[in-house]
């Protein structure tokens, strides 16, 4: 076995630190590192997950519905086309008048009781203009605008929680990627191990469970490489997932997160006052807060006069070679004057939904503080064990360096090696993941504070 020096720990570390995906070791294990870095995953995943499409959809539904609201204050115009054929004394004798027909013979007692049938063609444009209704058109427009900015908003969050499980998915992958790196890693030590415990059984200085249990070692090792690769497969396929790409699509080989990050900037109560202006649920919830009250004056405009001014002109004809014409003009008010308590009832639902959507707005406040608080301490906690995790790896190479010597000169027990074996592996492993714990809790900190990008890296 040959021996780590200290310049070769250090090189060892270096490798670790800048090429977390492939770790060098003597089978060379190594590759280069190409193909699909981070903020590439994150523009794709914005432009095919199925949920950011959804959302464009959802500003779209927003915009037509706003298109509805305005339609209120224009004139309504409207064509009918009717066709009547009848005996009834009464219609035959107002439809014979429409047509402009009427002659003295029509005023005969027996022909009015018992009329010949009538054909009737009757086509009438109308138009309704409503000019008044307490401003509850107006108040609807506006509600609209404000759905279109909810819209806007729900499509942002939706955005930056793509963009959340792109991060987690990409960090995620490359975390299985260098566990299953460190178990090869172990592997080539623990078989190099067995050679030397081989030849020293094979020599008469150990007995046959020593080299029975190294074997275990490496049968222990094999089987979490298994496990690994099942990890990073399932990985890749919630990677793709989130990219809005097939489950089981190849991936281009993905590029390195940054190993050596820095502390992220600002203090605590700077970032919680950031996540109370700028996350997009509270945004979206203070829009809600301000449809709700308007939605009150809509209810309470029920009490209030509508105005309406109507025009209709129509054409009578039986045979289409001749016809009679007239028009309406007129204007009409309307105004409730009891309606079963029905318009105060949609008044005081009105200002219970608003004082529900306040509450809403208090608790969720609460759970963004909470969540840019959590999120904040994480990235202290992660940035922390980053630092420890690197001294703890120089010194777990170190101490199976000191143990191999000792174990070769019979001054240790095979256990001692295997703790060192396993102490060493258990260090990277810490290392990787407290990388991986950054990253993820960088972004949880940026999805709290509702500044999450295309730019996060």
């Known amino acids: 076995m040959n021996r780590f020096s200290v310049t070769g720990s250090i090189l060892i570390l270096f490798l670790i630190q800048y090429c ?14 190409i193909g699909l870095s981070l903020s590439q995953a994150i523009q794709q995943a914005v432009q095919q997950n199925p949920k950011t499409k959804a959302s464009d959809f959802s500003i779209q539904q927003a915009e037509h519905q706003m298109t509805q609201a305005k339609s209120g204050a224009y004139p309504q115009i409207s064509f009918s086309e009717a066709l009547n054929h009848t005996n009834n004394p009464m219609w035959a004798f107002g439809t014979r008048l429409n047509q402009e027909r009427i002659a003295q013979a029509d005023f005969d007692p027996a022909r009015l009781n018992d009329p010949s049938a009538i054909t009737n063609f009757a086509s009438v444009l109308s138009m309704e203009w409503m000019v008044y209704n307490g401003g509850r058109t107006q108040i609807g427009v506006a509600q609209a605008q404000s759905q279109i900015k909810s819209a806007e908003i729900q499509a942002e969050q939706t955005r930056q929680d793509v963009i959340h499980q792109t991060v987690k998915a990409y960090a995620g992958l490359i975390l299985a990627n260098q566990h299953l790196h460190v178990i090869q890693n172990a592997i080539v030590t623990a078989n190099a191990h067995l050679k030397l415990i081989t030849a020293r059984y094979d020599n008469g200085f150990i007995v046959k469970s020593d080299q ?3 074997q275990v070692r490496v049968s222990e090792l094999e089987q979490e490489r298994i496990q690994a690769d099942s990890q990073m497969q399932i990985a890749i396929a919630v990677l793709n997932s989130v990219m809005g790409r097939p489950a089981d699509q190849p991936l281009p080989q993905l590029t390195n997160l940054d190993q050596n990050p820095l502390l992220i900037e600002g203090t605590l109560e700077s970032w919680v006052n950031e996540a109370m202006l700028k996350h997009p649920m509270i945004r979206q919830m203070e829009i809600l807060e301000s449809v709700a009250d308007r939605e009150i004056d809509k209810s309470k405009a029920g009490h209030l006069p509508q105005l309406s001014l109507i025009a209709n002109y129509e054409i009578n004809s039986e045979k289409w070679d001749d016809f009679g ?9 309307r105004m409730n004057l009891y309606s079963g308590d029905r318009i105060s009832a949609r008044t005081r639902e009105s200002v219970a939904g608003l004082k529900r959507i306040q509450a809403l707005l ?29 001294t703890s790896v120089l010194q777990a190479e170190e101490g199976l360096y000191i143990v191999e010597n000792r174990y070769e000169n019979g001054l240790y027990p ?29 972004a949880d900190l940026f999805l709290a504070a509702g500044t999450l990008d295309e730019n996060f890296n």
């Open 20 to 33: 977390p995906l492939h770790l060098s070791q003597a089978d060379d294990l190594a590759q280069p590192v």
């Open 414 to 442: 095979l256990v001692s090696l295997l703790d060192a074996e396993l102490s060493l592996q258990n260090s990277r492993t810490s290392r990787i993941q407290a990388i991986h714990d950054y990253i993820v809790a960088r």
């Open 325 to 333: 014409d007239n028009y309406t003009l007129g204007a009409m008010m």
């Open 362 to 390: 208090r608790d969720l406040k609460a759970n963004v503080e909470i969540m840019t608080r959590q999120a904040w301490l994480m990235t202290q906690s992660a940035w922390n064990r980053i630092r420890v995790s690197e």
């Open 212 to 214: 029975l249990r190294a």
